[in-house]
């Protein structure tokens, strides 16, 4: 018996949540009991700690100019401490808006326009985005995909590392969408190689907190005090505690010399970076008081996957579902079926009235692919199931 509240679900039609409107320009109704399965938030109600510190917030505070406290500063330390065993220390947090704006804000300032960034893919879109938007080039690392699991092709990886034109890597970890936590020999032997080559690590570890039973996250900057001072690390709760509209996010950069480049560049663009006053209430209640909430919620998640998994095994073989070591985005192959990617998308919208993120905006290799968000009430997970057995019943 849970503890929390994981069933209820506000339906979010009309409020800018972009993935609920985009259902209904496919004729989703708004009395449907159809979620969407796409865009990394949740559908659980908010943990009523982070509630109340907000109500608190909004009964006693002016919401005036407002810098993160030493308390806030020292929560998120805690957390780090707490959940990953990582020392990390208060001076090393700079603050950003999202993790999404701190890559991007990473790749203006350590690279040029015309050096290389380099991707393990498939991967996250917004990462493609951030190395083409601003005039670098995508130095591109297929991974290794060994059915149901993927791993980092690391004779590629350091040829390509090697180009004294490769400035950077921006390491997804836990990985989304293919889910995996990478292992410390993983992240050691990337460390060994980025130094070797000088190639500066922005490790993008906002699912860090969503291990599922049996992994362990590392943090990056963890792994040695050489790759500690050549890295810096993106995290936010924005992920674990359903939190990315208050827009808070937390970057630590233990080298003071990279730390001051990152100040300098964010001052070009906002005189005083800051984050929104409520955005800090939130983060400071969830990392002190909403661990049990979280724990509970991985626990969902791991539910739904099984769910899923074992409704594939039974009815749709052909499917591959990947292993989920970490996040709560599942990577499916529907290749398997013997359609076409975009067949397989108009049948899931159309017929389904299944809404995931499409895997080909991941990359070419994702052709065939979808990635699912777990985190909803499970009920959604055996309806949607049902619907798609009912769609594809023949093909």
């Not at 209904?24 to 908010?46: C, L, N, Q, R």
């Not at 995508?138 to 149901?148: A, E, F, H, R």
């Not at 909403?290 to 724990?295: A, V």
Request: charged share 25%; with cysteine.
């Amino acid at each position: 018996m849970l503890k929390y509240d994981f069933d209820t679900v506000h339906k979010r039609h009309h409020t800018g949540a972009f993935k609920w409107d985009e259902m209904m320009k496919y004729g989703v109704k708004e009395d449907e009991d159809i979620i969407p399965f796409s865009v990394a938030d949740m559908e659980f109600v908010t943990a009523p700690e982070i509630i109340d510190a907000l109500k608190h917030e909004l009964d006693s505070s002016v919401m005036g100019y407002a810098n993160p406290t030493d308390s806030y500063l020292d929560a998120v330390c805690s957390w780090q401490k707490t959940r990953h065993n990582w020392n990390a220390q208060p001076e090393w947090i700079l603050p950003s808006h999202g993790v999404v704006d701190a890559f991007f804000e990473a790749v203006k300032t350590y690279t040029r326009p015309g050096e290389g960034v380099m991707l393990t893919t498939p991967v996250y879109y917004p990462m493609y985005d951030a190395i083409r938007l601003t005039g670098r080039v995508l130095v591109d690392s297929p991974m290794l995909n060994y059915g149901t699991r993927y791993g980092i092709d690391f004779a590629d990886l350091e040829r390509k590392a090697s180009d004294p034109d490769t400035k950077m890597f921006i390491l997804c970890s836990p990985h989304n969408p293919c889910g995996r936590v990478w292992t410390r020999a993983e992240l050691e032997r990337i460390a060994d190689i980025c130094l070797k080559h000088d190639v500066l690590v922005v490790s993008d570890e906002i699912h860090a907190d969503l291990i599922m039973p049996g992994h362990v996250h590392t943090v990056y900057a963890s792994l040695s005090e050489e790759a500690a001072n050549n890295c810096i690390v993106c995290t936010a709760p924005s992920k674990t505690f359903n939190l990315a509209g208050l827009q808070t996010s937390n970057i630590f950069i233990p080298n003071p010399e990279l730390r001051s480049k990152f100040l300098a560049s964010l001052k070009l663009s906002n005189t005083n970076p800051k984050c929104n006053i409520l955005g800090y209430r939130a983060c400071e209640a969830a990392y002190r008081q909403c661990g049990e909430w979280l724990d509970e919620c991985i626990s969902v998640i791991d539910t739904n996957r099984k769910v899923i998994a074992d409704f594939m095994a039974r009815e749709f073989p052909a499917v591959k579902v990947y292993d989920l070591e970490g996040t709560y985005l599942l990577w499916l192959d529907f290749n398997g079926l013997g359609l076409d990617y975009r067949e397989i998308e108009h049948i899931n919208h159309y017929e389904a009235r299944l809404f995931f993120d499409e895997g080909y905006v991941f990359g070419k290799q994702g052709e065939g692919f979808e990635r699912w968000n777990l985190a909803c009430p499970t009920r959604y997970i055996h309806e949607a199931l049902e619907r798609m057995k009912k769609a594809y019943s023949g093909r």
